[in-house]
Structures are given as C-alpha cells and as structure tokens.
C-alpha cells in the first residue's frame, strides 16, 4: 500500500508557478507498483544456515505499461517463477532479479507472482546452535521490494520441526501437523507494514506469556540462557504500565492485541511487527538498574510510530527514531520523575555535542529524498528527539500531547513526511511552526540546551 502524495491541490499550483514553493515541499519518488501482500512458506535449513520455500506476491500496477518487475537476488537461487499462474521469464543481473511481464500490466488490476527459491543470507538472518532469527534485512531472505513507503500485509507458513517454538508477525493462525516431526506454524499480519519489519524468531524457546488487560504479552528466551521467567517477569515489571502510556499518547490500542519479546543472546534491540529482539546483556543491566529499561520501552513505542506510522523515505527516519527516543524520555519522566527526563534529554544533547565536534552535522529532515547509507544516525535520533523536546516546551503539555495524539491517529497503518507532521501538528495547535521546522528540522542550526 503506498502513499501516492502528500502534494495538496494548493501545493501543486505552487509547485507548478513556483521554484520556491518547489523547494518547500518533502519529495516522494513516484513508483509504478503496489505491493499488497505477501505469503511466504519457509523452512529454514540449521546446517546449511539457509531458508527455502515459495513466496507468493500479490501486486497492483499503478502505472501503465509495467514490463518489468525488479526485487533484490542478493544471497538467492531463484528456482521457478509464475506469474498468474503461467511460467515467467526472468533474469539475474547485477544482484537483481528481473521477472519480464511477457506483455503489458493493466493499471489497477491485481496479479499474483509465486517465486520458488533459496536464501543463504550472510545478512539479515543470524543462525546458531539451537535458534535462529531475521534482522531488518528482509529482502535478503524474502524475495520483497525494498521501498520503505510501500507498506503490505504478510503471512508466514514456517515448516519446523515440532520441538521448536516459532515467533511470526502479528498472530498465528494455526499450527497443523507435518509429519510425525514437523509442523507448520502459519503466522498473519493483516495490517500492512514496511517490509523490514517482517520477520520471525524460531528455536528450542523457554517461553511463558502474561495477559495485561485486552493484551497478551509473550516472552521467549533461549534454553542456556542463565535468566528465569521469574527474572524477566522482573525486568519486564514495567510493560504493563507502558503500554498504558503509548496506548494513551497514540489514541489507539497496541494494533494486534498481542506483543512478544523474543530474547537472545549479545546487545540487540530490532523492532518487528508485533515483536521485538531484545538483547539478553541488556536484560541483565535492567535487572542491576530498573532506570536502564530503554529498550523495552523504546522497541515497544515502534509499534506505533515506526511500523504503524511510518516514515515514507529516509529523509524522515527521525519520525521513527528521533520521535521514539523522546517517547522514551517521556515515558522515563511519567514513571521516575523530571530528572529521569532530564538524564534522558542530556544522553541526546551529549551525542549531538560528540556529532559537532566530530563534524558530523546534517538537517535532521530532508526535502530532497536520501537513501539508507546517507542517514545521520546522530541527527535522525538524538537531534530528532531535542526537536520533540523543544517543540513540547514550545506548545505546552496540553497542546503537544494533544496535536502528537491527532498525528497519530491520522497516520495510523500509513506513511508519513516531515510535512504532514508540521501540518498535522499546525491545525491541531492553530499555529504556524514553518519558523520553528526551517530552523531546527530543514535547518544545520544546533540547538544550545541546557538542562
Ligand atoms: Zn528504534
């Protein structure tokens, strides 16, 4: 599903009588396919650290004419392709695999492609002993588009063998026998969400699950971890309250009514739809200090704002990151006080600090669109969460919280800019912020804050 726009009819005369206009206006490259859904049924090789299977695309050209239909090859062998239900011509070129149309798409129309393939990926999938999991790069072990603006349902049929425990997206249908030792665990997001937020978790999981209301929490930790469900049910105590407060801020309830924290070995904190990868190390510094609970916090807000509102290129990555990172600092004053707000706030203006002494200062937002490799993590993040800051000391509790939940609710399950947040946020207050974003957003301008 895709965000087509965000010119108003007002917008395009401008962009039409005005090259200054032009420049004032987030740019969306323009695509000529909408991916809608994906079904893939998997079975991933432990020895081979490899995952095979088919996966079938539903799409709809938006242009005319589509010949031609490009994903990435990288780490596959494409086995068999069709294309409604007739054998497709493709080629490999360059890491890219191109399927030709043999004629015409008609615009509007949906068609279905079913892909049969492998996937080694050195990238994006991490194997060991006993579990294994996808991080971020799913079209390295899916064949998928990669345009963060085309969201898409997803459904996942995993062939595993029975003694395992497998973590999908959104919820899991059903589980039916393979076999005497397998099984298929078929998963359904029905929600569409960016594609890097497709994924699952699978293994010789612990798991226990807890009921917060309408909600259910499950929580997986692999065998010869040395936590208990007793010591996560500790570091976790704050979840419930969490919620409370994202469910509040967003005015809406967690989309899919169910959450799970998957979590394994080392330093990691990766937001899916529905789940998260949460780092055993940091579970075990929460545990020394309830103050250092960040991650949980910060991966469960993406549900909201990442995966339900998300940014439509990179140029606007600080609407997924720099806006969770100041929820977090919010959600560290509502349940330790100002000065946990304070800390929290002084972590950002640090790191930017460390940035400009480094050289490495950029707008925090683009109107021209940058690619993944261009983004500045620094300003994305921590300036991008010292704009939400002083935008809050600038509105006022009452109207910041009350123009961030408008926001919210407006882009719930769709695609954002920079712009569509100042609009959304101008019509809620009745004020003009085109100073406030020119300057600290657009702008290089560094903000001295002291706190
Ligand atoms: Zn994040």
Known sequence: MIKLSCLSLFQIVCFLCSSTALANI??????DVDFVHYHAKLEPDFKDQSVAGIVQIDFM?????????????????????????????FSLHDKQLIIDTSKSLSAEKLNTLAIEYQAKPRRGMRFHEDH??????TKNWLVAHNNINDKAS??????????????GNGLMLSQKKLGEHQVISHWHQPNAMPIYTFGFALGEFESFTQ??????????????????????????????????FFEQKSGFPLPQGTYAYVIVEGRIAQESA?????????????????SENWFIAHELAHEWWGNSVTCANFSHFWLNEGLVQFLVAAYKQHLFGEQAYKDEINVAIRRVKRAVKENRVAP????????????????????????????REKLGDKLFWQALKQYTMTYKDKSVTT????????????KDLSDFFNRWVYGHEIPTLQL
């Open 154 to 167: 997803f459904e996942l049929e995993l062939i595993h063998d029975k003694k395992l425990i497998s973590q």
């Open 211 to 244: 009921k917060v209301n309408e909600t259910t929490f499950s929580f997986l930790y692999t065998k010869g971890s040395e936590l208990s469900k007793k010591s996560i049910q500790n570091a976790f105590s704050d979840v419930p309250d969490m919620l409370q």
């Open 274 to 290: 529905g789940f998260s990868l949460v780092g055993e190390r940091f579970v075990h510094t929460v545990l020394k200090n309830k």
């Open 26 to 31: 987030d740019y969306i490259k323009p695509f």
């Open 364 to 391: 925090v937002a683009f109107y021209n669109e940058i690619n993944e490799q261009e983004i500045n993590r620094t300003m994305a993040y921590s300036k991008g969460a010292l704009v939400f800051y002083m935008l």
């Open 132 to 137: 294994l999991y996808t991080v971020y790069h």
């Open 61 to 89: 050209p938006i242009a005319k004419n589509v010949r031609t239909l490009t994903f990435s090859a990288e780490y596959k062998s494409i086995k068999s392709i069709n294309l409604n239900g007739k054998p497709a011509q």
């Open 419 to 430: 712009q569509d947040l100042k609009s959304s946020f101008e019509k809620t207050t009745s």
